[in-house]
């Protein structure tokens, strides 16, 4: 069955580090996958988008790479701050169905200490 | 950017009544518009996909009699929730894509109604 993980429900880290989340899916040929960042009681507010054949994107302190060999995109955000805390999610796109089909991972809960 | 809104914000209702929640483009017209409904700490699951000027597709699960999907306009789509039980609270959130980004599959959400049913 068609499946997408991000790596953890939540991740913790030191204020000036690099936050590193993944995304992983099964059974999927991805057209295109998205970034999201989405603050608590908030619509999530598109951030990257990576398409299948581009191995990395960049924006600003982000970086998005895509594997599609390893069915994996990891989203990096450097030198974090407090503010970038929030969940972020995956989304991707089938090129099979596109336009009908958007799906989202479960969402990574990105806490950036001071 | 692209800018999409929602009204209301938040709504209580009792159980038994219908609401209806709107979603605007607000400087792009969306043939295309997306409900979405999230139950807290999950992630958003997609109810149905709106298209103007015709029937709403709607998922697996999701009963078209009950959630009621009308885009009338380029700009504008409405979900009204009928006959509302307690189960049907949640974070309803709308989406739309931009046509002007030619070739991109980037949505712009709305910032979401959540519907408290008593």
């Known amino acids: 069955s068609q499946k997408i993980e991000q790596n953890s429900e939540a991740l913790n880290i030191q204020e000036g580090k690099t936050a590193t989340l993944t995304c992983n899916y099964t059974?999927?040929?991805?057209?295109?996958l998205q970034w999201y960042r989405q603050d608590p009681g908030r619509g999530p507010v598109f951030l990257l988008l990576?398409?299948?054949?581009?191995k990395e994107k960049r924006k600003e302190r982000l970086k998005v790479t895509f594997d599609t060999t390893l069915k994996q995109s990891l989203f990096h955000i450097t030198a974090s701050q407090p503010a970038d805390s929030a969940t972020y999610l995956c989304?991707?796109?089938?090129?099979?169905?596109?336009?009908?089909?958007?799906?989202f991972g479960p969402g990574t809960r990105l806490s950036v200490l001071p | 950017g692209a800018v999409v809104s929602q009204h209301p914000s938040w709504v209580i209702c009792k159980s038994g009544t219908s609401v209806k929640i709107e979603c605007r483009s607000l400087?792009?017209?969306?043939?295309?518009m997306f409900w979405y409904r999230q139950f807290p700490k999950q992630s958003l699951m997609l109810m149905a996909t709106?298209?103007?000027?015709?029937?709403?597709?709607?998922e697996q699960g999701v009963e078209k009699d009950k959630f009621l999907i009308n885009h009338a306009s380029l700009t504008l789509s409405t979900l009204t929730v009928t006959s509302a039980h307690p189960e049907d609270s949640s974070f309803y959130i709308c989406?739309?894509?931009?046509?002007?980004?030619?070739?991109?599959?980037?949505?712009?959400f709305g910032p979401g109604t959540r519907l408290t049913v008593l």
């Open positions: 989304a991707l796109e089938a090129a099979w169905n596109y336009g009908q089909n958007f799906v």
């Open positions: 059974n999927y040929s991805p057209a295109y």
């Open positions: 400087d792009f017209q969306a043939t295309t």
């Open positions: 990576i398409r299948e054949n581009e």
């Open positions: 709106s298209n103007e000027g015709s029937k709403a597709t709607y």
């Open positions: 989406s739309a894509r931009d046509p002007r980004q030619g070739g991109t599959d980037t949505q712009y």
